[in-house]
């Protein structure tokens, strides 16, 4: 069973930066996408990066390309988040996910729908004030 915790989430000023942490256990990481979402209240949650297992594919978001670098560290079984630059419209609770890989193909932007991943963290909190 796959278990995964965020951590790294806080509160900055417009134009700062975080890192967010994914840990995951239960699971041999290599075998597994993971995406980053977020959620603001009152909005539908969104991908904002996908990571493959072996790291050689990175999808992001329009809002946050060039500014979020994803990474991982399937010896760590840790997924991190880079953000930088961040905005007011950032703010939000901030999850990781799971998805086992397989063999059927789709789309690289399918990674950053929150239907293609079945485990979930809980989430971490980030806000960005003006």
């Known amino acids: 069973q796959v278990e995964l915790v965020e951590s790294g989430g806080g509160s900055v000023q417009a134009g700062g930066s975080l890192t967010l942490s994914c840990k995951v256990s239960g699971v041999t990481l290599s075998r597994y996408y993971i995406g980053w979402f977020r959620q603001a209240p009152g909005k539908e949650r969104e991908g904002v990066a996908s990571?493959?297992?072996?790291?050689?594919?990175?999808i992001y978001s329009d809002s946050v390309e060039g500014r979020f670098t994803i990474s991982r560290d399937n010896a760590k079984n840790t997924v991190s988040l880079q953000m930088s630059s961040l905005q007011p419209e950032d703010t939000a609770m901030y999850y990781c996910?799971?998805?086992?890989?397989?063999?059927?193909?789709?789309?690289?932007?399918?990674?950053?729908?929150?239907?293609?991943?079945?485990?979930w963290g809980q989430g971490t909190q980030v806000t960005v004030s003006s």
């Open positions: 990571i493959n297992p072996r790291a050689e594919t990175k």
């Open positions: 996910a799971a998805a086992e890989e397989t063999d059927d193909w789709m789309p690289p932007q399918e990674r950053l729908a929150p239907r293609e991943y079945p485990s």
